[in-house]
Each structure stands twice: as C-alpha cells, then as structure tokens.
C-alpha cells in the first residue's frame, strides 16, 4: 500500500500539476481539445488489453507462455487501434466539431504500441504483490510526461502538447516496468489464450460499460455545449478524479489481488471491507469536503478568474468524487471473488441511470450536467451496499457506521468554511484562513464525538506509513 501511495499521489502530482500550467497557458478554448483528447487515451486503455491482464492477476495458476501470448496481443491491438484511429480522427474532430483534434488523435493512436509494452509487465508485476517498479515506472513516467507537455506548450505546440506528454509518459513507464519483470518475450502459442479469454472478455466488457457511464458527460458536453464548456467541466471533474485516482485506485490496486487469494474466506473478506472502507472514508470525505466549501476561491486562486465557470461543478463534482472513492472497493471485491457477471449487470444499471441523469442536466447545462450525475451516483450506493453484504456478510448499516463520523465532521468544517467567507475578503486569504479553520472544526468533531472510530482509523494509517504489523 505504502508504494502505492507514493506511485499514486507521485504520479498524480505531475500530472495535475502540468494540467494547471497547461490550462493556464492553453485557456479555456484550447485546453477543451487536450480534454477530448484525453477521452480518447483513457479509452485505448480498455481495447489494448480486452481485460487479459486482470485475468493474469485473478488466475490461481499460470503457464510460463501464458505472459507472452497475453504481451503479443497487446501489441497486435496497438497497432491494429492505431490504423483505426488514424481513419476516424477527421470523422471524431468532426463529432466534436473542432478540425484541431484530428492531428491530435493520430498522433496518439500512432504511439499505442508503447503504451502496449507496458500492461503485462504492470500485471506480472501486481500479481506478485511487487510494487515498488510500479511506483518507479508511474512517478518517473509522470515526471517525464509533465515536462515534456509543458516544454511543448511553452514551444508553441498548441494542443498537441498533450501527444508530447502522453508519447513521454508511455515510453518511460515501458521502459522501468520491462527491465523490472525482464519481459515477458511475446509469443504465438495462441492456444493459452483459451483460458484467459473467458475472465477477460467479462471485464472488459464491464470496464467498457464503466467508461461509457463515467465519460458520457464528457462526450455530451463537448458534443453538444461545445470543446469551451468541456474545459470548463473537464477541469472540476479532475477533482472528482483525484479522489479515485490517489486513493481509490491506489486501494484497488492492493485490495483486487489481495482480496482474489482470500476469495474463499467470507470472514477475512467482511474484515478488509470494513477496514478498506473506513480508511476510504476518512481520507476521501474531508479532503473533498474542503475542496467543495472552498471551490471559488481555490479556482480563482490556482487556474485564475478566466476559470471561475467551474467553480460552482467543481462544488458538485467534489461530492460525487468522495462518494465514488469510498465506494471504489465494490469493483475489485466483485472480480476478486470471480462475480463478474453480477459487476457487468451492475455497470449496466450505473450506466442507465448516469446516462438518464446526464441527459436531463443537459437543459440546463454543464451545471445541471454534473448534478445529474452526481445524484445518480447517490442513487447506486444503496445497491453497492447490498452487493457487499451479499458478498461479505457486512450489513449496510455497518458500512453506513464506518463512513459516518468523517461525513459528520466535513459537513461542520464545510460551515466553518462557510462563516469565513462571510467574515473576509480576497480568495487567497480566504482560502488560507477558511482551509485552516475547516480542519479545526472537522479535527475537534472527530476527537470529540467520534473518538474511537478515529482513533482506530488513525493506527490503521500511522500501520501503512510506518510498515508495522
């Protein structure tokens, strides 16, 4: 968990840290193509793989071919996506309705193939709980990424700045993740793809059904309110994706091939549940909880006035972005557990029901855009508290109780927040002395009214730094 972390937050710090100079040097109108473009990186992750890597981490055994078959098909789709991608760019940019995208995506499709390198040795190297590589391939990759964007924004690359960073990022976190599993060498014993297939086209059929729901927003909105609008509500969901991305994944990365040796054991399952929820809880919710009471002045203050339209999504998008972190272990235990036909039928409802809210919020745009999606999110968490107590044993009501005294104590520190602002001017002061006064409130509830549950979620963290037992 510990490199995990540090590969997350190391990797994400680059990363958000080189959206704030591209957003800043790009503006509003230009930044919507690097986010389109980002839709369409996001969703070559799901056609490389077709779902085989997570079938090397969840299968108890495995050949000694089975790594480089899997490699071999990885490297087949890259380039067969890249042909793709280079015909339907034009027809894409013309959806979007920007011809600047069309190079964009070519120029991306034609570097997947070193994104491919990458997947098994990631999955190798997860399913034997190594990951110390990891974190190097991620940091590093990130690192070199954000350097290269920034230098090619600076150059004048306009949004192909984001095929600089993306080409960057790809080939170094390649080249640390091969030398640390020493391959696998692809090979043509096809026939050891008979026993992967079946898991991994379930998962990627579930992961396909999970990036339709969780980009459908993005897609409509810079279809239909423009590439303008799309900056605006692609920079608030950052937040909503910083949650998930530093914590939640963080956990889904440990939890899938922890939780898939002790499949059988329902006991050991309700234990990691409760502990992996309260953890998500306690450091998710307060940290969203600030960044929704103080998304005006944060905005002002990190991206600048020309930014401030996000604000007010920025204030939604961080709830729905701590309600999805805390519920993010609900995945990992469903294919742990070889559920994945029940996680596909759940992915199937959360898509039904974030597109219905999507499309109303579209009348009244990008602010009703992330409301929709934020109260069909709250719509799904009773069914996610079910799944888990069919699972686990765990009753909603236990769940409920571990995510609880964090939520109490945000909401406090939210009106604390709320108060200075009525009291002070200037974002920066503001932010300053509201940020300071909302983890007083927030810390005195949680020592005050939640003492135990506090205290044991604090050992459980002080355990993860430290490495003790």
Known sequence: ????????????????????????????????????????????MLLLDQGLAAALVQRPELSRWAPGVVATANLASAVLLGVVTWLVAPAVADFFHDDRLAPVLQLLGAALWLKALAIVPRAMQQRALTFRSIALAD????????????????????????????????????????????????????????????????????????????NIDNILVGRVLGLSALSYYGMAYRVLVIPVQLIGQTVSRVMFPVLSRVADRRDLLADHLLRTTQLLAFVAVPLMGLAAAGAHELVEVVLGASWLPSASLLTVLAVAGARETVMYISGPLMKATGRVKLLVRYELLATVLQVGGIVVGLRWGILGVALGYTLAGFALTPVLLLVQRHLTGVSGAQQLRAILPPVHAALWGAAAYVLVTRVLDGPLLVLLVGAACYVAVAAGVLLAVHRTSTTQALARLGRLATGAR
Not at 7 to 12: F, H, I, N, R, Y
Not at 151 to 158: E, M, P, R, T, V
Not at 179 to 202: I, Q
Request: proline share 4%; aromatic share 8%.
């Open 1 to 44: 968990m510990r490199w995990n972390t540090l590969a997350v937050v190391g990797k994400q710090v680059f990363l958000f840290g080189s959206s704030i100079v591209l957003a800043r040097l790009l503006g509003p109108e230009t930044y919507g193509v690097v986010g389109a473009a980002m839709i369409y990186v996001t969703f070559t």
């Open 139 to 214: 940091v590093a990759g990130a690192c070199a990424g954000a350097a290269a964007g920034v230098a090619a924004a600076l150059a004048g690359a306009g949004p192909a700045a984001v095929v600089a960073m993306v080409v960057a990022t790809d080939l170094v976190a390649a080249v640390v993740l091969l030398r640390a599993e020493r391959g696998p060498a692809p090979n043509l014993r096809l026939g050891e793809l008979r026993e992967l297939l079946p898991f991994g086209a379930r998962v990627m059929a579930t992961n396909g059904i999970a990036y339709f729901s969780r």
